[in-house]
Each structure stands twice: as C-alpha cells, then as structure tokens.
C-alpha cells in the first residue's frame, strides 16, 4: 500500500540508450512531480503535472520527456542518456498545485540510475 | 551562489545531545520554510512546515524562521540513533504556476550511541 510508488528502483544502463520510469501514486492528489538528486545530494525540480497538465518544466535538456496518462500516473522517459543523467530521480505527488499552505510532497524511494 | 545554502556536514553528536541544523537563502520572496529527513535509500519526507517568520514546536524538533535575516533553523532536542538522516531544508515563494519547493544541498547526521 505505498503512497508513491516508482519502478525500477535501480536501472544501470549504458551511454546511447533509452529509458523510462514509471512512478504512480495511490493518494487521490492531483499534482505529481519529477526531482533530480545528483551526488551532493542536491534536490532539484525537473517537472510537475496537475491533473495531466504541464504546469512546471524546469530547464532540463530535451531527451528527458515526462508523461502523465492520468492524474495517478506520471512516467519519466530519457532518450540518448549521457554520463552526467546518472543521479537518484524521485517522484513526489501533492494534492494541489499549490505553493505553501500544507502542499506537503510525498516523495517515493527513488531510481537510481547509473549511465555507463 | 545558489539560492538555498546549507552546511553539508557530515555532523556527529553524541545521543541526547541538541542538535541545530541552519540554512540560509538569498529570495526574499520565500514565505514558505520546510524540512525534509531523508534517511538513506529512501525519499525525503515533511519534518516541519512554517510559513513566513517565527516558531512552531512538534515534539522534539522546533523549526525557526527569521526572514529579516533569510536564516531558517532546525533544533532537535535529545537526539535519537533513528535521528540520524541528512536533514533538508526546502522553501517557496507564492506564484501562480505549482509548488515548486527549492532545496537545500542537506545536512547529514549521525547520532551516536
């Protein structure tokens, strides 16, 4: 019964591929996000959907393209990965779009990616 | 410089110790202060939320905000083993366009027995 769920946890893959993770969440919120963790452990935002709208796309380069079927699904597709996309990526769903108020994220475990 | 900045740590203190966690931000426009606990392999999650300046109290952890000096703390007091996590500062400013929450790099901690 995780909140936020993202699959896979781990994904090692090499320089060139392409590649998708799939994140959903079973909390009725309608807001959902991507974030980037590099190895500092810097948390910073890639994308956020309300209710399968685009409503923030940070600057991140064009192979990353995020996908929402519906308001409970939000998956995460890189073309040509590069050395410098291995970091952990999380997803986080809040119930409105929001800032401040009680916009509480839930993050999930994160996806660890390693580009060879 | 970026716009959040917290000490990276790593900080070890001794069980029971008070522990005080800090960051400090360049944005005026912040209003809204968090802070987020990531154990390790796991994602972060909402410690303390404070909007705009002053105290809130939960337990053993008491946020503090003083935006004349864009300055945001964390004190834990008689800090436990299961404390020990990289502690994350986050804030956000009032717009139109969705959450979008600005970290802090994190702070580590150990509590030792």
């Known amino acids: 019964d995780t909140a936020v769920s993202q699959t896979p946890k781990y994904l090692v893959t090499q320089m060139g591929n392409d590649k998708s993770i799939k994140c959903e969440q079973n909390l009725g919120h309608d807001t959902m996000y991507w974030y980037k963790q590099d190895s500092k452990k810097f948390l910073k935002i890639m994308f956020s959907y309300n209710n399968k709208e685009l409503i923030i796309n940070e600057t991140v380069p064009n192979r990353f393209s995020p996908k929402s079927p519906d308001k409970a699904h939000l998956n995460l597709h890189i073309n040509s990965l590069e050395l410098g996309d291995s970091a952990v990526y999380f997803c986080?769903?809040?119930?409105?779009?929001?800032?401040?108020?009680?916009?509480?994220?839930?993050f999930g475990s994160g996806t660890q990616l390693s580009v060879l | 410089q970026k716009e959040v900045e917290q000490d990276p740590g790593p900080l070890s203190v001794p069980e029971g110790a008070i522990v005080s966690l800090n960051c400090t931000y360049s944005n005026s426009a912040f209003q809204y202060f968090m802070w987020y606990r990531q154990y390790s392999r796991k994602g972060p999650e909402l410690l303390m939320y404070t909007y705009s300046s002053g105290n809130k109290e939960d337990g053993r952890f008491t946020a503090q905000v003083d935006k004349s000096s864009k300055y945001i703390s964390l004190f834990i007091r008689d800090s436990q083993p299961s404390d020990s996590a990289t502690y994350l500062c986050a804030m956000s400013a009032v717009t139109g366009g969705g959450n979008k929450l600005t970290f802090g790099t994190g702070t580590q901690l150990k509590v030792e027995l």
């Open positions: 986080a769903s809040s119930q409105r779009r929001g800032a401040g108020t009680n916009e509480k994220l839930f």
